[in-house]
């Protein structure tokens, strides 16, 4: 049974950095590429960034140059920086693995204050 545990969000001031993780066990985490979504209040879940095995990633336009994937393999867990928070940024975010059965933890709430 796979499982995502997304941790290390919080209230955030404007201007600021954070960074969440994603712990999973279940699947040979090293084989999946990986992506992060988000879901703001009263809006849809959107893709925000993607890292595949090989390490290539890839960022939704709107978030390109402030996020930053990345993947700790020996650790089974996957990472995404944030720099440079604005109000807009306000969401939970959920890690899930490529597969043809979406899988989604509880996410982690990152709010942030103008």
């Known amino acids: 049974q796979v499982q995502l545990v997304e941790s290390g969000g919080g209230l955030v001031r404007a201007g600021g950095s954070i960074r969440i993780s994603c712990t999973v066990s279940g699947l040979i985490f090293s084989a999946y590429t990986m992506d992060w979504y988000r879901q703001a209040p009263g809006k849809e879940r959107e893709f925000v960034a993607r890292?595949?095995?090989?390490?290539?990633?890839f960022y939704d336009d709107s978030v390109e140059g402030r996020f930053t994937v990345s993947r700790d393999n020996r650790r089974n867990t996957l990472y995404l920086q944030i720099t440079d928070l604005n109000p807009e940024d306000t969401a939970v975010y959920y890690c899930?693995?490529?597969?043809?059965?979406?899988?989604w933890g509880q996410g982690t709430q990152v709010t942030v204050s103008s």
């Open positions: 890292i595949s095995s090989g390490m290539a990633t």
């Open positions: 899930t693995p490529e597969r043809s059965v979406p899988t």
